[in-house]
């Protein structure tokens, strides 16, 4: 089966990307995405001064919206909804630390496109 997505962007025209399958890891199987997400989430609280009373092992199996509406009952949904931008804001800046590549890495590995994260 080859199916065709048009993925949002920052460019301002669709780009089209054609493959023959995707596959989503949830599971932590193929990526081990753990660390990054309690980076993001401790990042989160110490940011909003729930550092002392955060309870980071709540933040897993659930909706990230669920875990900010459990510390921030008054915001609605626009507010959490920027609160989600801002998790996704820490999460790329995480991803930009992992993917810089040093100089003393093997000239193989320096010279890969650098568009994106490892």
């Known amino acids: 089966m080859n199916a065709s997505a048009v993925l949002p962007t920052h460019a301002t025209f ?7 399958g995707l596959l989503f890891d949830m599971d932590g199987v193929l990526v081990q995405s753990t660390d990054g997400d309690e980076r993001c989430w401790t990042r989160w609280a110490a940011h909003h001064g729930f550092a002392a009373t955060f309870e980071l092992h709540r933040t897993h199996g ?6 900010i509406q459990e510390y921030c009952p008054h915001l609605d949904a626009r507010a959490i909804a920027d609160h989600l931008a801002q998790l996704d804001l820490f999460a790329a800046e995480s991803w930009m630390e992992l993917s810089r590549i040093p100089e003393s890495s093997p000239c193989w590995l320096r010279s890969r496109p650098t568009a994106g994260p490892l």
């Open 62 to 67: 659930r909706r990230a919206a669920d875990t």
């Open 14 to 20: 669709p780009v089209e990307i054609a493959v023959a």
